[in-house]
């Protein structure tokens, strides 16, 4: 019998883990609950993974097979569940996250050649996508331009029906925690995403490249939280949609070509986990302001597309992609909050938090190299709120002492014009200086 262990898969259609497994004889699922994960997030991303793996579960069920529950440490978990199942092989899709890449090492450890990994968490996978020399790409263009010429991957299909498996008498399946969001939740499980999907393709898709920088998401797929589980595959989504066509369709690949960057970035760099991407701009003077922080995090600086951006992504989980630029900026550049503090505390908030596109977002709307532009561009969030949420009701809806206008009100923690020269002159001593070997 095989395991079939799922991480930031939790699907049955385009699972090559799974379909490598059943090919080769019966193959239960396993999801294993990892402290080192679980413990250090927020309960509005724990209750969404739970419910998730309780939907997996149910795909499992409906096709005859079984996915078991256990909690602990991947590598002690593993070889447990192997010798009490009986396992031969353990499969699974590969991550690429600097845990990720220590935890799997540690459970080829514990299971000497009785591991087996598959493609299948981006479009085109971490490593994959290089220059003629054989060296990773630090630019987006360039990588796009082979990221596009890459060919398609083949898909492999859900199971339609389990082999038996024979599982121990009295085998404990384990139980999925069933914990409370503090914010409303999409619809779990992947029939709800590919349906989510369909939706997008015939109602949002033909006009993305036009709406997609609205602050207020309408322009949107919404599809990120379950791209981010890997509820959704990426890969079905992007050939889905250049099946659809269109200058919008071309759009939205783009963002998953992004999205494969990101991945690629944190998996030949992981030091931008911690610090800047060209450490030069590590020099930066930061200002640890509890008070500032607090503001900034809760939507009270009296900057108002910054208060509802982040109001919005308290109450809800989800934040549009411009919006996101305009907050992190804001932290960043205007009030010099450590960009690592706002990171996490940001990546908490949101339901589709995934570690490398938010560790990228922020290194990129931050300037700290993960950007071919220059370090001058800084988004005045007054201009953004006048472009992007014309008329004013997405800033009427979550801050409604504005009135729904984009200047200033009450008592601002910031000078905006005083903290864009303030942060000017920083960076241009940063950038005469001589990159770092």
Known sequence: MNLVWHRADLRTHDNPALAAALRSGPAVGLVVLDPNILNGTSARRRAWFYRNVAALREAYARRGGA?????????????????????HRVFAVRNSTP??????????????????????????????????????????????????????????????RFPPAALPPGHDPGSVPDEPSDVPLPPAGEEAALGALEAF????????????????????????CYFTLGVLSPRLAAQRAMRAGGEGAHKWVGELAWRDFSGDLLHNFPHMARSAFDPRWDALPWADDDEMFGAWLEGRTGVPAVDAGMRELR?????????????????????LLPWQKCERAFRDLLLDGDNASNLQGWQWSGGLGVDAAPYFR??????????????????????????????????????LEAARRRYLEAAARIARAKPRA
Do not use: C
Request: hydrophobic share 40%; charged share 25%; net charge positive.
């Open 67 to 87: 996915l078991l529950v256990r909690s602990g440490l991947p590598w002690e978990v593993l070889p447990r569940a192997a010798a009490e199942l009986g396992v």
């Open 99 to 160: 845990y990720a890449r220590f935890r799997d090492r540690k459970v080829e450890e514990a299971l000497p050649g009785r591991t087996a990994w598959s493609h299948g968490q981006y479009v085109q996978e971490p490593g994959e996508i290089v220059k003629p020399d054989g060296s990773p790409y630090t630019v987006f263009t360039p990588y796009s331009r082979r990221w596009w010429a890459a060919p398609e991957a083949e898909l492999p299909e859900a199971p339609g």
């Open 201 to 224: 393709l015939s109602e949002g898709l033909p006009l993305y490249h036009q709406a997609r920088d609205r602050l207020d998401g309408s322009g949107v797929s919404r599809l990120s």
């Open 315 to 335: 109450a809800t989980g989800f934040l549009s992609n411009r919006a996101r630029m305009v907050v992190a900026q804001f932290a960043v550049k205007l009030a």
């Open 378 to 415: 800084v988004f005045n969030p007054l201009a953004q709120a006048h472009t992007h949420d014309p008329g004013g009701a997405w800033l009427r809806r979550w801050v409604p002492e504005s009135g729904g206008r984009p200047e200033p009100y009450g008592r601002p923690v910031l000078d």
